[in-house]
Antibody
Framework: QAQLVESGGGVVQPGRSLRLSCVAS????????MHWVRQAPGKGLEWVAG????????DYADTAKGRFTISRDDSKNTLYLQMTSVRPEDTAVYYC????????????????WGQGTLVTVSS | EIVLTQSPGPLSLSPGERATLSCRAS???????LAWYQQKPGQAPRLLIY???SRATGIPDRFSGSGSGTDFTLTISRLEPEDFAVYYC?????????FGPGTKVDIK
């Protein structure tokens, strides 16, 4: 059964950095594009970033460009989100999510989701 | 950026009733790459519909999606108690990927 488990959240001061991780199990991680989606407290879903199955294509929301970096380590079945220069408005639950078809060359719907990790940006 | 607008606002219905949720895009969604998700409090979203009208694995057939271009609909034919939740539409055809603000379906 496909499973995603996020970690790395916590309380961080504005302007500092944080790295989120997402460990995958139950499927061939290297075959799927992966994404980060966040949800501020009491708010809706916001796509943050995506990475293709081969790691070549990376895409970001405007709010993440220049500050966040998505990456993957297929040898560890792990997805990462490096967050720098964090702001209070980055406070949210961060979900990692897997696309539906393997080896897809365009973005697709998000079939498998983790339970999320909470990032709180506060001094 | 494609902006998705969902209507109606909160939808108050009774179990057994039909729910019709709308999602309108600010420009045409490429290849009808439009998905619907269900989210319950404290849980991650769950994929219901992809490609505007295809049900995801394990989703009951009371859920159906339709539409094309800029106007899409999620229909729940007969509401079950477990269907009361927030529903989001999501377009993945054009970067940046975007979500609608959500429609809450609650018990009348």
């Amino acid at each position: 059964q496909a499973q995603l488990v996020e970690s790395g959240g916590g309380v961080v001061q504005p302007g500092r950095s944080l790295r989120l991780s997402c460990v995958a199990s139950g499927f061939t991680f290297s075959a799927y594009a992966m994404h980060w989606v966040r949800q501020a407290p009491g708010k809706g879903l916001e796509w943050v970033a995506g990475i293709s199955y081969d790691g070549i294509n990376k895409d970001y929301a405007d709010t993440a460009k220049g500050r966040f970096t998505i990456s993957r380590d297929d040898s560890k079945n792990t997805l990462y989100l490096q967050m720098t220069s964090v702001r209070p408005e980055d406070t949210a639950v961060y979900y990692c999510a897997r696309e539906s078809p393997p080896y897809d060359t365009t973005w697709s719907s998000l079939f498998v989701w983790g339970q999320g990790t909470l990032v709180t940006v506060s001094s | 950026e494609i902006v998705l607008t969902q209507s109606p606002g909160p939808l108050s219905l009774s179990p057994g009733e039909r729910a019709t949720l709308s999602c309108r895009a600010s420009q045409s969604v490429i290849n009808n790459y439009l998905a619907w998700y269900q989210q319950k409090p404290g849980q991650a979203p769950r994929l219901l519909i992809y490609g505007a009208s295809s049900r995801a694995t394990g989703i009951p057939d009371r859920f159906s999606g339709s539409g094309s271009g800029t106007d899409f609909t999620l229909t729940i034919s007969r509401l079950e108690p477990e269907d009361f939740a927030v529903y989001y539409c999501h377009q993945y055809g054009t970067s940046p990927l975007t979500f609608g603000p959500g429609t809450k379906v609650d018990i009348k």
